[in-house]
């Protein structure tokens, strides 16, 4: 199992960035996935669900409204895309997904940093 993201940077507030992972080594059409981020000195935080219809079934209150989860499973790849971003956005985003021989994959993490 490989979970690979990419797409993160420097960002002036109120700015947008789309984060992609793209995954491999798993049946990836078959399993939710699920985005979190890790803020210095924080926990790692879940971020939001995306079902493997496509269907996002969660969103953490801080980013309702303004990040939008997608997938396309022709090409084993989900997507973070973040508007209006914050500076408390500003964090290590990971994609993960939990396998049914109750496995959990952890991509290398995408920096975002949103700073003027």
């Known amino acids: 199992v490989q979970l690979v993201e990419s797409g993160g940077g420097l960002v002036q507030p109120g700015g947008s960035l789309r984060l992609s992972c793209a995954a491999s080594g798993f049946a990836f059409s078959d399993y939710p996935m699920s985005w979190y981020h890790q803020a210095p000195g924080k926990e790692r935080e879940l971020v939001a669900v995306?079902?493997?219809?496509?269907?996002?079934?969660y969103y953490a209150n801080s980013v309702k409204g303004r990040f939008t989860a997608s997938r396309d499973n022709a090409k084993n790849t989900v997507n973070l895309q973040m508007n209006s971003l914050k500076s408390d956005d500003t964090a290590v985003y990971y994609c993960h997904v939990r396998l049914l021989n109750g496995g959990d994959y952890w991509g290398q993490g995408t920096q975002v940093t949103v700073s003027s």
């Open positions: 995306i079902l493997s219809t496509g269907y996002t079934i």
